[in-house]
């Protein structure tokens, strides 16, 4: 099952963008009002992990890795590669892409996952996306509000 969106930030500096996906307090912001609970999160690169707590009908864990890291003057990319996935899930792949557009900043979001079971995979899959979905507003939200306290830490 895919799932693939993509959303414009305007007057935001690039590296503020980028330098915000190195910081646990965005991911903090992006799960805040979601049944999602931070158990690890070691940063983007390549061999970092995090790893969660969803609830769906009681907590399930979902822990991945990240891999495939590039970052420079014109993008920001990397892979959340599952490790530990919940309800059945046996694929998860989800690749996170930051771009610089001169005009604007786009950030999307590219999820590709499977479940063994076909049918719940179609049951579930608003369940799983609807966290990415909601990144459409969290991600402008998140930027007009922090653009200007935010420092590079990578």
């Known amino acids: 099952m895919k799932y693939c969106q ?17 910081r646990i307090d965005f991911v903090s912001f992006l799960t805040y009002l979601q049944p999602v609970k931070i158990l690890e999160w070691s940063g983007i690169k390549n061999g970092c992990v995090a790893y969660f707590k ?6 399930k864990k979902l822990k991945v890795i990240h891999k495939d890291y590039i970052n420079n003057d014109s993008h920001l990319k990397f892979i959340d590669e599952g490790l530990e996935l919940p309800l059945g899930l046996s694929f998860w792949h989800h690749t996170h892409i930051v771009e610089n557009n001169k005009k604007y900043i786009t950030i ?4 590709i996952f499977s479940h063994s079971n076909y049918m ?5 899959y608003p369940f799983m996306i609807i966290p990415i979905i909601l990144r459409r507003v969290l991600y402008k939200i ?5 653009s200007n306290n935010i420092k590079d830490l990578t």
């Open 54 to 59: 969803l609830w769906f009908f009681g907590w």
């Open 108 to 111: 999307r979001d590219n999820l």
């Open 120 to 124: 719940v995979g179609l049951i579930i």
């Open 142 to 146: 998140y930027f007009k509000k922090n």
């Open 6 to 22: 993509s959303v414009k930030i305007k007057k935001v500096d690039f590296d503020i963008v980028k330098s915000s996906f190195h």
